[in-house]
T-cell receptor
Framework: ETGVTQSPTHLIKTRGQQVTLRCSSQ?????VSWYQQALGQGPQFIFQ???????GRGNFPPRFSGLQFPNYSSELNVNALELDDSALYLC??????????????FGPGTRLTVL | AQSVTQLGSHVSVSEGALVLLRCNYS??????LFWYVQYPNQGLQLLLK??????LVKGINGFEAEFKKSETSFHLTKPSAHMSDAAEYFC????????????FGGGTRLMVKP
Protein backbone atom coordinates (compact mmCIF):
# COMPACT_ATOMS: atom_id res chain seq x y z
CA GLU A 1 0.00 0.00 0.00
CA THR A 2 1.51 3.33 -1.06
CA GLY A 3 1.10 6.48 0.96
CA VAL A 4 0.25 9.98 -0.18
CA THR A 5 2.75 11.40 -2.65
CA GLN A 6 3.18 14.96 -3.86
CA SER A 7 5.10 16.58 -6.69
CA PRO A 8 7.20 18.56 -7.09
CA THR A 9 9.08 18.65 -3.81
CA HIS A 10 10.23 22.24 -4.25
CA LEU A 11 9.22 24.98 -6.64
CA ILE A 12 10.34 28.56 -7.22
CA LYS A 13 8.09 30.99 -9.07
CA THR A 14 7.86 34.74 -9.54
CA ARG A 15 4.98 37.03 -8.73
CA GLY A 16 2.13 36.88 -11.21
CA GLN A 17 2.95 33.40 -12.46
CA GLN A 18 0.72 30.35 -12.21
CA VAL A 19 1.57 27.06 -10.53
CA THR A 20 0.14 23.53 -10.45
CA LEU A 21 0.84 21.14 -7.60
CA ARG A 22 -0.01 17.45 -7.76
CA CYS A 23 -1.06 14.83 -5.26
CA SER A 24 -1.64 11.08 -5.44
CA SER A 25 -3.94 9.71 -2.78
CA GLN A 26 -3.30 6.71 -0.61
CA UNK A 27 -4.67 3.58 -2.23
CA UNK A 28 -8.46 3.27 -1.79
CA UNK A 29 -8.98 6.84 -0.54
CA UNK A 30 -11.64 8.92 -2.29
CA UNK A 31 -11.26 12.26 -0.51
CA VAL A 32 -8.44 14.75 -0.91
CA SER A 33 -7.86 17.90 1.12
CA TRP A 34 -5.32 20.64 0.54
CA TYR A 35 -3.72 22.77 3.23
CA GLN A 36 -1.37 25.74 3.18
CA GLN A 37 1.26 25.94 5.91
CA ALA A 38 3.07 29.26 6.12
CA LEU A 39 6.43 29.31 7.90
CA GLY A 40 6.01 28.95 11.65
CA GLN A 41 2.26 28.41 11.50
CA GLY A 42 -0.23 25.57 11.55
CA PRO A 43 -1.76 24.30 8.31
CA GLN A 44 -4.81 26.13 6.99
CA PHE A 45 -7.55 24.35 5.07
CA ILE A 46 -7.83 25.41 1.42
CA PHE A 47 -10.44 23.00 0.02
CA GLN A 48 -11.49 19.39 -0.18
CA UNK A 49 -12.61 17.12 -3.01
CA UNK A 50 -14.78 14.05 -2.67
CA UNK A 51 -15.35 11.90 -5.75
CA UNK A 52 -14.33 14.70 -8.12
CA UNK A 53 -16.58 17.36 -6.54
CA UNK A 54 -15.56 20.19 -4.23
CA UNK A 55 -16.75 19.32 -0.74
CA GLY A 56 -15.87 22.47 1.15
CA ARG A 57 -13.61 25.47 0.94
CA GLY A 58 -11.65 27.53 3.42
CA ASN A 59 -11.02 31.26 3.38
CA PHE A 60 -8.92 31.39 0.22
CA PRO A 61 -9.53 33.55 -2.88
CA PRO A 62 -10.80 32.08 -6.18
CA ARG A 63 -7.33 32.16 -7.69
CA PHE A 64 -6.80 28.99 -5.65
CA SER A 65 -8.56 26.22 -7.56
CA GLY A 66 -8.45 22.46 -7.69
CA LEU A 67 -9.35 19.30 -9.50
CA GLN A 68 -9.82 15.69 -8.56
CA PHE A 69 -9.51 13.00 -11.20
CA PRO A 70 -11.35 9.66 -11.54
CA ASN A 71 -8.39 7.86 -9.97
CA TYR A 72 -8.77 10.29 -7.01
CA SER A 73 -5.46 12.04 -7.62
CA SER A 74 -5.68 15.80 -7.36
CA GLU A 75 -4.23 19.12 -8.48
CA LEU A 76 -4.00 22.48 -6.76
CA ASN A 77 -3.71 25.46 -9.09
CA VAL A 78 -2.77 28.94 -7.98
CA ASN A 79 -3.02 31.85 -10.41
CA ALA A 80 -1.45 35.31 -10.16
CA LEU A 81 1.02 34.26 -7.49
CA GLU A 82 1.72 36.66 -4.64
CA LEU A 83 4.67 36.77 -2.26
CA ASP A 84 2.40 35.62 0.59
CA ASP A 85 1.66 32.41 -1.30
CA SER A 86 5.12 31.18 -0.31
CA ALA A 87 4.41 28.19 1.93
CA LEU A 88 4.42 24.43 2.28
CA TYR A 89 1.39 22.97 0.53
CA LEU A 90 0.14 19.76 2.04
CA CYS A 91 -2.19 17.24 0.52
CA UNK A 92 -4.10 14.77 2.68
CA UNK A 93 -6.23 11.82 1.67
CA UNK A 94 -8.92 9.93 3.55
CA UNK A 95 -11.74 7.49 3.09
CA UNK A 96 -14.71 9.63 3.97
CA UNK A 97 -18.03 10.69 2.58
CA UNK A 98 -19.45 14.19 2.63
CA UNK A 99 -20.62 14.11 6.23
CA UNK A 100 -18.24 11.69 7.85
CA UNK A 101 -14.93 12.21 9.49
CA UNK A 102 -12.01 9.90 9.13
CA UNK A 103 -8.28 10.13 9.67
CA UNK A 104 -6.46 12.20 7.08
CA UNK A 105 -3.07 10.96 5.92
CA PHE A 106 -0.67 13.64 4.79
CA GLY A 107 1.89 13.73 2.05
CA PRO A 108 5.36 15.26 2.47
CA GLY A 109 4.29 18.56 0.94
CA THR A 110 5.46 20.88 -1.82
CA ARG A 111 7.55 23.86 -0.76
CA LEU A 112 6.58 26.85 -2.94
CA THR A 113 8.72 29.96 -2.95
CA VAL A 114 7.43 33.07 -4.72
CA LEU A 115 10.03 35.72 -5.54
CA ALA B 1 -17.06 27.59 14.05
CA GLN B 2 -14.26 25.56 15.54
CA SER B 3 -10.85 26.66 16.74
CA VAL B 4 -7.77 25.31 18.49
CA THR B 5 -5.36 27.04 20.85
CA GLN B 6 -2.00 25.55 21.69
CA LEU B 7 -0.46 27.20 24.72
CA GLY B 8 3.27 27.60 24.37
CA SER B 9 4.81 27.86 20.92
CA HIS B 10 8.05 26.40 22.30
CA VAL B 11 8.48 23.80 25.04
CA SER B 12 11.86 22.58 26.25
CA VAL B 13 12.34 19.47 28.39
CA SER B 14 15.28 17.36 29.44
CA GLU B 15 15.68 13.85 28.12
CA GLY B 16 13.74 11.50 30.40
CA ALA B 17 11.43 14.22 31.70
CA LEU B 18 7.66 14.40 31.32
CA VAL B 19 6.34 15.94 28.12
CA LEU B 20 3.15 17.99 28.36
CA LEU B 21 1.83 19.86 25.32
CA ARG B 22 -1.37 21.80 25.83
CA CYS B 23 -4.35 22.03 23.51
CA ASN B 24 -7.71 23.70 24.07
CA TYR B 25 -10.47 23.60 21.50
CA SER B 26 -13.71 25.35 20.71
CA UNK B 27 -16.48 23.53 18.90
CA UNK B 28 -20.25 23.89 18.80
CA UNK B 29 -20.74 20.14 18.46
CA UNK B 30 -18.90 17.14 19.94
CA UNK B 31 -15.52 17.26 18.25
CA UNK B 32 -13.06 14.82 16.87
CA LEU B 33 -9.56 15.69 18.05
CA PHE B 34 -6.17 14.83 16.65
CA TRP B 35 -2.50 15.26 17.42
CA TYR B 36 -0.05 15.29 14.53
CA VAL B 37 3.76 15.49 14.60
CA GLN B 38 5.90 17.16 11.95
CA TYR B 39 9.61 16.52 11.64
CA PRO B 40 11.77 19.05 9.77
CA ASN B 41 11.03 19.24 6.06
CA GLN B 42 8.36 16.55 6.28
CA GLY B 43 4.58 16.28 6.21
CA LEU B 44 2.33 15.53 9.16
CA GLN B 45 2.18 12.13 10.87
CA LEU B 46 -0.81 11.16 13.00
CA LEU B 47 0.09 10.49 16.64
CA LEU B 48 -3.39 9.78 17.97
CA LYS B 49 -7.04 10.70 17.64
CA UNK B 50 -10.17 10.98 19.78
CA UNK B 51 -13.49 10.13 18.16
CA UNK B 52 -15.92 9.93 21.10
CA UNK B 53 -14.89 6.55 22.44
CA UNK B 54 -12.51 6.28 25.40
CA UNK B 55 -11.46 9.66 26.77
CA LEU B 56 -7.86 8.52 27.32
CA VAL B 57 -6.31 7.87 23.96
CA LYS B 58 -3.02 6.09 23.43
CA GLY B 59 -0.96 6.78 20.35
CA ILE B 60 2.31 5.91 18.77
CA ASN B 61 5.77 6.42 20.28
CA GLY B 62 4.45 6.32 23.86
CA PHE B 63 2.25 9.42 23.57
CA GLU B 64 -1.23 9.69 25.01
CA ALA B 65 -3.88 12.38 25.36
CA GLU B 66 -6.96 12.81 27.52
CA PHE B 67 -10.17 14.40 26.31
CA LYS B 68 -11.69 16.59 29.03
CA LYS B 69 -15.01 18.01 27.92
CA SER B 70 -15.45 20.22 31.00
CA GLU B 71 -12.11 21.89 30.31
CA THR B 72 -12.39 21.73 26.49
CA SER B 73 -8.87 20.33 26.51
CA PHE B 74 -6.95 17.56 24.80
CA HIS B 75 -3.43 17.77 26.21
CA LEU B 76 -0.68 15.50 24.90
CA THR B 77 1.67 13.74 27.32
CA LYS B 78 4.57 11.34 27.33
CA PRO B 79 6.13 10.08 30.58
CA SER B 80 9.75 10.19 29.40
CA ALA B 81 11.09 12.33 26.58
CA HIS B 82 13.56 10.98 24.03
CA MET B 83 15.84 13.04 21.84
CA SER B 84 13.95 11.70 18.82
CA ASP B 85 10.74 13.41 20.09
CA ALA B 86 12.11 16.82 19.11
CA ALA B 87 9.67 18.06 16.46
CA GLU B 88 6.68 20.33 15.88
CA TYR B 89 3.37 19.12 17.29
CA PHE B 90 -0.04 20.19 16.05
CA CYS B 91 -3.41 19.73 17.65
CA UNK B 92 -6.40 19.70 15.30
CA UNK B 93 -10.18 19.53 15.53
CA UNK B 94 -12.89 18.46 13.13
CA UNK B 95 -16.60 17.92 13.54
CA UNK B 96 -19.20 15.85 11.74
CA UNK B 97 -21.03 18.93 10.45
CA UNK B 98 -17.81 20.32 9.00
CA UNK B 99 -17.14 17.30 6.86
CA UNK B 100 -13.59 16.12 7.02
CA UNK B 101 -11.96 19.52 7.41
CA UNK B 102 -9.27 19.94 10.03
CA UNK B 103 -8.71 23.15 11.94
CA PHE B 104 -5.18 23.26 13.34
CA GLY B 105 -3.60 25.08 16.21
CA GLY B 106 -0.47 27.13 15.72
CA GLY B 107 1.82 24.31 16.77
CA THR B 108 4.27 23.70 19.61
CA ARG B 109 7.94 23.11 18.95
CA LEU B 110 9.29 20.54 21.39
CA MET B 111 12.99 20.71 22.17
CA VAL B 112 14.67 17.90 24.12
CA LYS B 113 17.89 18.65 25.98
CA PRO B 114 20.42 15.89 26.65
Amino acid sequence: ETGVTQSPTHLIKTRGQQVTLRCSSQSGHNTVSWYQQALGQGPQFIFQYYREEENGRGNFPPRFSGLQFPNYSSELNVNALELDDSALYLCASSLAGRRTTDTQYFGPGTRLTVL
Amino acid sequence: AQSVTQLGSHVSVSEGALVLLRCNYSSSVPPYLFWYVQYPNQGLQLLLKYTSAATLVKGINGFEAEFKKSETSFHLTKPSAHMSDAAEYFCAVSSPNAGNMLTFGGGTRLMVKP
